[in-house]
């Protein structure tokens, strides 16, 4: 899908999500307007992966400067615990497999999301941020039909939203989880996002630090007291007529999926032995504790070590691009949220704690007030033409790869949007090849010379991302594509 004369475009994960955005550019907002309404709206429509109580990061590109903003999630400051906490270990069923998390009011980092929206919008929105909120409100109030991914999100972690009265009083009414296509509304959430938009944040924050207060977590006010929002320079490189922006450290996924993108780039060929060939190099950097700086990076030291705690899951991702050249990309995650709805407010504290991946040493064991590390990777692209390209995913560890194999396909490829994201991919991690829709690809025999134990994939799955795109092409017209993986919706404005 493309078109001229638009005000903009958004590639995100809900209809209910590119609506908010659609609905601001229309009102004059700009692309850093539109995803910030985009994200409020995602908190109702995707509750799963995206709330008030998590965090993230936002780049941004007017065609002068990249901005990057760090919202993501800080350790408390009450580490180690000094009292018993609620941390309760429950398993999320994926069909293939089941994956064990924590939860409870312990699992909660102290989340950016709040300060992280409202600094962007301050820097660099164009409407009042009060605007901003109100296509979520009204959808909160009103409701809306459960869209299909997530009644699978749902299902997957169902224990978390059945793990008390009044988690399982919005998410199952009738004694079951909602369905695809079932009504489904947050007044609770509205009113939450109300106060916000009267300017009222700590009411809010106050409402998270009695939910830990009440059931033994570690937030306590000098943790909100003590957030701050890290604006970073990206990690920029250059392939062919493109700079790149990319997430910088202690955030890895960005920087990943560059020095995979330049190692492939490098090569004569840009096939599946080729790309395996660059993952295989990626990924021995990644196990020997520290990668080596993007050869032609800018100013800001894109090296990085591996030893920061690394939260790599639950996540969506909001592509905006407007019609004065404006790029904003912009990843959130709730973890899956910690169980306990934070009273009076419709939404969960994130779990960020609760992965076994982030505290290696065991639970709580990293350094207290420490920025938590993450995949995440919201990525912008420029030409001196002025074709512009902003995109990111969801997808844990996969998305480096699931940035990586859609950037080949657009930048080395000459993809168009869909094509680039609708693309089967490959993911390379601790020594196993994962071939998505294995049966289409004619080099899978290649492949399996490399690699014999690879693991073929028949169809393709969310476990590879899901790469939300929109490209501009510098001269007032965009195309795009949501990525059908995790629910994907295109539009434009």
């Not at 790149?244 to 890895?252: D, G, R, S, T, W």
Request: aromatic residues 6%.
């Amino acid at each position: 899908m493309s078109a001229t004369g638009a005000k903009g475009a958004v590639a995100c994960g809900h209809p209910e999500t590119a609506r908010a955005a659609v609905e601001v550019l229309r009102a004059g907002g700009n692309a850093v307007d539109a995803c910030l309404a985009a994200l409020f709206m995602a908190a109702f429509a995707e509750p799963v992966l995206a709330a008030p109580g998590g965090g993230g990061f936002l780049m941004a590109h007017d065609g002068t400067t990249p901005r990057l903003f760090d919202f993501f999630c800080d350790a408390p400051l009450a580490l180690p615990p000094r009292h018993d906490i609620e941390f309760v270990e429950i398993h999320a069923d994926f069909g293939e497999t089941t994956q064990a998390f924590h939860i409870g009011a312990g699992a909660a980092a102290t989340p950016g999301f709040l300060p992280g929206v409202k600094r962007a919008s301050a820097e660099l929105g164009r409407l009042a941020f009060a605007d901003l909120l109100q296509p979520a409100i009204l959808a909160a109030r009103a409701g809306i039909a459960v869209a299909p991914l997530q009644a699978r999100m749902f299902r997957i972690v169902a224990p978390i939203l059945t793990f008390e009265d009044a988690a399982r009083r919005l998410f199952a009414p009738q004694g079951r989880l909602l369905e695809e296509g079932e009504p489904f509304a947050n007044p609770q959430l509205a009113d939450a996002l109300a106060e916000i938009a009267a300017g009222r944040i700590a009411t809010v924050e106050e409402a998270m630090i009695a939910e830990c207060r009440a059931h033994d977590g570690l937030l306590e006010r000098r943790d909100f007291d003590a957030y701050e929002v890290k604006e970073r320079q990206p990690v920029t490189t250059r392939i062919g007529d493109f700079e790149l922006f990319l997430n910088a450290p202690p955030a890895l996924g960005g920087l990943l999926a560059g020095l995979a993108l330049k190692a492939l780039a490098a090569s004569e060929h840009s096939d599946g032995k080729a790309r395996l060939a660059a993952l295989r190099e990626l990924e021995q950097a990644r196990r020997s504790g520290r990668l080596p700086r993007l050869p032609d990076a800018g100013e800001a030291d894109s090296a990085a070590d591996l030893t920061a705690p690394l939260v790599s899951r639950g996540t969506t991702h909001v592509s905006v691009v407007d019609a004065d050249g404006m790029a904003a990309a912009v990843t959130v995650s709730n973890g899956e949220g910690n169980g306990r709805l934070v009273p009076g407010m419709g939404f969960m504290l994130n779990n960020m704690l609760g992965e076994e991946d982030l505290n290696p040493a065991g639970f709580h064991a990293c350094e207290a007030g420490i920025r938590l590390a993450s995949m995440m990777a919201p990525t912008i692209a420029r030409a001196k033409d002025g074709r512009l390209i902003a995109l990111g995913t969801g997808g844990s560890s996969r998305i480096r790869t699931a940035i990586f194999n859609v950037l080949a396909n657009l930048l080395l490829e000459g993809m168009n949007p869909q094509e680039a994201v609708e693309a089967a991919r490959l993911h390379y991690e601790n020594g196993t090849l994962d071939v998505e829709a294995s049966g289409e690809r004619d080099d899978l025999a290649a492949l399996k010379a490399e690699e014999p134990g690879l693991k073929a994939w028949r169809e393709r799955s969310m476990y590879f991302g899901g790469v939300h795109v929109v490209c501009a092409d510098g001269k007032g017209g965009f195309a795009g594509r949501g990525d059908p993986r995790r629910g994907g919706v295109f539009a434009l404005a």
